[in-house]
């Protein structure tokens, strides 16, 4: 089951992030997010060392944390999708097709001529596709 | 000597006997042989050792005994094994237990491979039993599967580790930790399980660490199998460790719930002193006494567990959890993870603080928190703050309380949702992170400082026992976290004003607080002090408060009402009035809130106004600071002010092109015009017009005076004579390009002038610049000098351009070719008839716009034989002013036009010879003048003449 996800910007600041949990850990969850960005600076900044190709943006697994994965999307803009997911086998594809849809509605919602590039995303719509597309994957 | 290797004594492992040298000298060597084979003993097992050299002996027994060591390991392996191959018992715990002797077996004979195999054999084997046996009560039997597994898991990972598989190693944990993740047992005692879960990674993690495997990176791997991806991190201690800090937390946590439900606490501690861990690995047992006899007993699994929760009482797991975390603070933040050791940071800062240790706590959350607030996690920043400033709240710190609460509130905290179901340990001391509970924290601290005086005996329940009736004052500046809290933008709506008049400010103070805030006054304070000015607010009581910032006297403004409403500006307009010149700019605004509470927030320009971290990506709507959008976005909190309006009058006297040579003389005049001249200065530059300085770069030698092309001579006072000069320090300064010289005194009226000289050394434009300060009333402290400027281009121009050519004499000879064409190197040199004479042409063009008085000209001859010089004068001048000649502008001397000066008159005569008779015209003359373009042109009666044949006489007529 995917947990939460999250988009976060060019500074490293969140742009969206929703969790889907009945449980009342989202500051864990936060946390995690949070934490996740160091992998992708790495992997980022050592493409060569993390064996990702350049023109890929999915990142793969960033780091397994407790009873959690967690696996990382950059896009051109260098806009940082993460995903949080409770599910222990996760195939890639699975994982890679989710973050090709998220990252869909993503553009849809920048591109809305009133939202403003940088800041947080407070579409509703957003909001409701993302859980629309959230519901659809379960891994296992 | 006769070492039995084992006992007992068996012949299949045969005895090893050494034996003295000394003893062949007693027993002789058949004999030996005899006893030997009567004993059934191999030759090598017969070792003689000569005493005297025992350390070369020495290698030889050990070799033996290892020999027969090993013999003895293989053969006991080998029986084991066969016994595990024949299945000859079906129960698991006898194999684990044949598996795991193979394995100990051959890891003594340093065989890592099949001891790596059979270790895990006795793993997978064990793990079988968790469902099926049934020795041991249920809780007891899973802590002995669980202990053994552990211990297995140990040999397994040591292993690999030491063989330098660090990717299999990191596997191996990571099934090993997903088989046994869900192995929970009772989930009433789960904290055994969450004990042991932290052992394992701590245990890996150290195990991680002493590994010289770890040396090599972790990149240079495969990252794992295509079936369990290996991440990063999976590779650092620091995660292990953090994570078995982070079960370790769980087991902590769920211990303390335990022990608080349970009812009979007291009696958990008396009856378990006697249990002790059997010498079975993994099996407890007690003691009981029996007459005089000591029994060992198995226990029962409320027994254990009474045990279980006494021995887990006695650990201080906090100082555990704490030291590990530390350990993966430091070496995240060794690997540049800012994020996860951030997060370590906040881990053991919770611990800190649940230990009550408020300083070491504030210290990690303090690491934390600049994190957050650098990148704007409002969610977890929100969390922080809300440990921190209970943190404060412990320490007694009022002004960090204040400072931590009103970040909080200013965050921009926007969900509305109100989790009332949820449990409180779910969130920090902050509470959740709603609108409503910023708002509950910004009336806590509101009513902290703002209330009245007689209530201040009741503030203990705050956590505050004293200094709370003393003013409190925060700075916030542009780095401030409390930036949100009070933004002042100060806008001047000129960019330029004149001293002493008025110009308006527009002030802007922007809050993020959620409740509006009603200020009682403002101080804006400016970088002149005069400027200084409050706004008061109207409804609030006139406090006479001592200000240290804002003179008695000073402007003061009232407003109807001074509220913050939230995210929406304030625009206050107002004017003042600057009393000096020079740059005025706008430093700070202090707001005052009740009677002790100030904030000073430093002031910004509009045009470099930034949002701060933590609102910058908000989403909301945003409004200008002032009305007018040009200075929402260009306006500057700073402004010009203009120098008074001098009163001083310098006039430079000449204008006109100077002459190349000529001592340029240019008259300065300054003259009162209603102000006195204190302390005058005049500075004197010349600049040259086209760049590049006024000497040229090949003649660059600082010192030469001739590599300046114009120069300042010299500076002669109104007095003019030298006594003055050296009285006063007239001339105080004289360069090349530049002059200094002080103005007397001069009272209203007055005027006082000197002279400049300046020569030109080169036809050059060039800019005077002369400035003159000066103060106004006298040489008063914090008087200002007054400045006037007055710049004048000069042209330095040639006066004459001299051209000669020599006429050359009528050709005389052939023309032939080749001696016509001149040679094109030799045109410069005009070839001259030998022995005749020949005429030189020589002209002096005057090139200025004024008539020039030509003197005389001397043709210099630089020749071998000797010089010849000649003055030349004008051939056909009028003669009255002898040896000298005027030229007008632009006039060639000794050419065909002729000028004519004002007041002067010109006879142009000439002879006319008449070849025939008869009517006959004469040479046209017309006049032609240049300046006024007048035309004169005689009647053809009077250009005319009649020739008589006989008499050849002619008259001449001219005007």
Not at chain 2, 303 to 316: N, T, V
Not at chain 2, 729 to 752: A, D, R
């Amino acid at each position: 089951m995917i947990v939460c996800v999250a988009v976060v910007g060019h500074q490293n600041n969140p742009l969206y992030i929703q969790s889907f949990t009945e449980a009342d850990d989202a500051l864990k969850l936060h946390h995690i997010v949070h934490c996740s960005l160091d992998v992708i600076d790495e992997r980022v900044n050592n493409p060569s060392k993390s064996g990702t190709t350049l023109n890929e943006a999915f990142l793969g697994l960033l780091y397994p944390a407790l009873n959690y994965k967690v696996y990382g999307y950059l896009t051109n803009t260098k806009v940082k999708f993460i995903m949080v997911t409770t599910d222990l086998d996760v195939r890639d594809t699975d994982v890679r097709s989710f973050f090709r849809k998220f990252h869909a509605a993503y553009v849809d919602a920048v591109s809305n001529p009133f939202h403003v590039p940088g800041k947080k995303i407070t579409s509703r719509t957003f909001s409701e596709s993302v859980t629309n597309i959230v519901r659809s994957y379960s891994f296992n | 000597m006769v070492y039995p290797p084992f006992s007992p004594f068996s012949l299949e492992y045969p005895p090893l006997i050494t034996l003295s040298q000394l003893v062949l000298e007693v027993i002789s060597e058949d004999r030996l042989l005899a006893l030997r084979k009567r004993a059934e003993l191999d030759s090598k097992y017969v070792l003689f050792l000569n005493h005297s050299e025992l350390p070369l002996s020495l290698p030889r027994i050990a070799s033996a005994f290892s020999e027969l060591a090993l013999a003895y390991y293989r053969e006991e392996a080998r029986r084991i094994k066969s016994r595990i191959e024949k299945r000859s018992s079906t129960s698991l715990d006898l194999i684990v237990r044949y598996c795991f002797k193979v394995a100990v077996y051959a890891e003594f004979r340093r065989d890592w491979g099949e001891a790596l195999k059979f270790y895990e054999d006795a793993y997978h084997s064990l793990h079988e039993m968790i469902g099926t046996s049934t020795r041991l009560p249920a809780i007891q039997r899973l802590v002995e599967i669980k202990t053994i597994a552990e211990l297995l898991h140990f040999k397994i990972s040591t292993l690999l580790l030491h063989g330098g598989k660090l990717t299999e190693a990191v596997i191996w944990f990571h099934q090993h930790k997903s088989s046994y993740d869900k192995v929970v047992g009772s989930t009433e005692y789960i904290f055994l399980h969450w004990e042991w879960m932290s052992r394992q990674f701590l245990v890996f993690a150290e195990l991680l660490e002493a590994s010289s495997a770890t040396v090599q990176s972790f990149s240079s791997l495969n990252q794992g199998t295509a079936q369990i991806p290996l991440t990063e991190f999976e590779f650092y201690p620091a995660y292990y460790y953090q994570l078995a800090a982070h079960y370790l937390q769980n087991k902590k946590s769920a211990l303390e719930l335990l022990v608080s439900m349970s009812v009979a606490a007291q009696e958990i501690d008396g009856s378990s002193e006697s249990i002790t861990p059997s010498v079975y690995v993994g099996q407890f047992s007690q003691l009981r006494e029996k007459g005089e006899a000591l029994t060992l007993h198995f226990i029962t699994d409320e027994e254990y567990i009474r045990y279980a929760i006494s021995e887990a009482k006695r650990f201080q797991d906090s100082f555990e959890i704490v030291a590990w975390l530390k350990k993966s603070y430091e070496s995240f933040t060794n690997l540049k993870s800012r994020r996860m050791a951030a997060f370590c940071a906040f881990e053991i800062a919770r611990e800190y603080f649940g230990l009550s240790d408020p300083s070491n706590a504030k210290f990690f959350f303090d690491i934390t928190v600049n994190l957050y607030r650098q990148e704007g996690w409002v969610s977890l920043l929100w969390e922080v703050l809300g440990y921190l400033r209970e943190c404060s709240r412990n320490l007694g710190a009022f002004k960090d309380f204040v400072e931590l609460s009103l970040e909080m509130v200013a965050l921009p905290v926007t969900s509305c949702d109100d989790f009332g179901n949820l449990r409180d340990k779910t969130y920090g001391p902050g509470g959740p992170a709603t609108v409503s509970r910023r708002e509950s924290i910004h009336r806590e601290v509101f009513t902290l400082f703002c209330r009245e005086t007689e209530l201040i005996s009741s503030t203990e329940e705050s956590g505050f026992k004293f200094a709370i009736d003393s003013p409190l004052h925060l700075e916030i500046d542009l780095v401030s976290p409390l930036r949100p809290v009070l933004l002042a933008s100060v806008a001047f709506h000129e960019q330029m004003i004149k001293p002493r008049s008025l110009c308006s400010i527009t002030l802007s103070l922007l809050s993020h607080l959620p409740l509006p805030v009603e200020i009682d006054h403002l101080e804006v304070q400016f970088n002149q002090s005069t400027c200084n000015f409050v706004v008061r607010n109207s409804q609030k009581p006139l406090v006479a408060s001592p200000s240290s910032t804002v003179q008695s006297g000073s402007q003061e403004e009232n407003e109807p009402s001074l509220v913050l409403v939230p995210n929406n500006w304030l625009r206050l307009t107002y004017a003042i009035k600057p009393e000096k010149s020079g740059k005025l700019e706008c430093l700070s605004v202090l707001a005052k809130l009740g009677t002790r509470f100030t904030i000073s927030s430093r002031a910004e320009s509009p045009a470099a106004m930034e949002d701060s971290p933590v609102w910058k990506h908000e989403n909301y709507v945003q409004s200008l600071p002032t009305k007018d959008p040009i200075l929402a976005v260009f306006g500057q909190k700073a402004t010009q002010v203009e120098e008074p309006e001098p009163q001083v009058d310098v006039s430079l006297g000449a204008s006109g092109p100077a002459l190349v040579g000529e001592n340029f003389t240019m008259p300065i005049v300054v003259t009162s015009k209603g102000h006195a001249v204190y302390s005058g200065e005049l500075k004197i530059n010349l600049v040259d017009v086209g760049g590049g300085g006024l000497f040229s770069p090949r003649e660059a030698e600082p010192f030469s005076l001739e590599s300046h092309h114009v120069e300042i001579c010299g500076i002669d006072g109104a007095e003019g004579n030298d006594e003055s000069e050296s009285e006063t320090g007239n001339i105080k300064k004289i360069q090349q390009s530049f002059g200094l010289v002080s103005v007397p005194n001069l009272k209203e009226g007055e005027s006082w002038s000197c002279k400049l000289e300046i020569k030109w050394h080169r036809a050059k434009p060039v800019m005077l610049f002369v400035s003159l300060g000066y103060l106004p009333q006298g040489s008063e402290a914090n008087a200002q000098k007054v400045h006037i400027h007055k710049s004048l281009q000069i042209e330095g121009k040639m006066p004459l351009v001299i051209n000669n050519r020599f006429m050359l004499p009528y050709r005389r000879d052939h023309l032939l070719l080749n001696r016509i064409k001149p040679a094109p190197d030799s045109e410069d040199i005009s070839s001259l008839p030998l022995n005749e004479k020949s005429v030189l042409v020589v002209s002096a063009k005057n090139c200025t716009e004024i008539a020039l008085k030509l003197m005389c000209m001397s043709i210099e001859l630089d020749d071998e034989q000797g010089k010849t010089s000649c003055l030349i004068q004008q051939g056909g001048g009028g003669g009255e002013t002898s040896g000298s000649a005027n030229l007008a502008p632009g006039e060639e001397f000794k050419s065909n036009t002729v000028s004519v000066l004002p007041k002067s008159e010109h006879v142009l005569s000439y002879k006319l010879v008449p070849l025939t008779c008869g009517q006959q015209q004469l040479p046209k003359i017309t006049l032609t003048s240049v300046r006024y373009s007048a035309e004169f042109q005689p009647s053809t009666i009077a250009s005319s003449v009649f020739v008589f044949p006989s008499a050849p006489q002619a008259n001449s007529t001219a005007k």
